[in-house]
């Protein structure tokens, strides 16, 4: 997070998301593919998807504090 403006952080934040989108669509052909078993694919989507959470519920706080 070595941005400086809050802009920045919001964009880094976007970027972050996206990033996690695309190792998401990585595991989904790594399942279809048999290289990771269900249980595995599962696993790491749960991960995924708590990191998610946290990158939107930062990205509004941001976006909160660039409004007001």
Not at 5 to 30: D, P, T, W, Y
Not at 52 to 67: F, P, Q, S, T
Request: net charge negative.
């Amino acid at each position: 997070m070595g941005r400086f403006s809050k802009k920045e952080r919001v964009h880094f934040l976007e970027i972050a998301n996206g990033s996690l989108m695309e190792v998401m669509c990585q595991l989904e052909a790594a399942l279809l593919l048999g290289y990771i078993s269900q249980q595995q694919f599962d696993e790491q989507e749960l991960h995924i998807s708590e990191n998610v959470k946290m990158l939107v519920g930062l990205r509004k706080n941001l976006e909160d504090k660039i409004v007001t």
